[in-house]
């Protein structure tokens, strides 16, 4: 019942900067912890970032932490990430995942996934 749509993807020098978006439909999208992960080709996909119902608390992967940015507004129903000082291990297929539960690294928490973005960091 629940969709995911990710966008705002694509080619960036590194340092450079990008801001994905993710619009959700279908649940009530303020009742539910939201996170990013991203997968790059041929590695296991890896937890990025996630954020509390009401925006109070976020969490982050130690590799992104200082970086990266995600926030919420649960009038227009997106989450966003905001990608500052990007570098070429950065590059992956990102995911917007919704979680029922409590906040949470693993993907295994997370029971709906959009369909993905890609983000490519050229050196």
């Known amino acids: 019942q629940v969709q995911l749509v990710e966008s705002g993807g694509g080619l960036v020098q590194a340092g450079g900067s990008l801001r994905l978006s993710c619009a959700a439909s279908g649940r009530a999208f303020s009742s539910y912890v939201m996170g990013w992960f991203r997968q790059a080709p041929g590695k296991e996909r890896e937890f990025v970032a996630t954020i509390s119902w009401n925006a109070r608390s976020t969490y982050y992967a130690d590799s992104v932490k200082g970086r990266f940015t995600i926030s919420r507004d649960n009038g227009k129903k997106t989450v966003y990430l905001q990608m500052n000082s990007l570098k070429p291990e950065d590059t992956a297929v990102y995911y917007c995942?919704?979680?029922?539960?409590?906040?949470?690294?693993?993907?295994?928490?997370?029971?709906?996934w959009g369909q993905g973005t890609q983000v490519t960091v050229s050196s």
């Open positions: 995942a919704l979680d029922p539960g409590a906040m949470s690294t693993s993907l295994t928490d997370y029971d709906y």
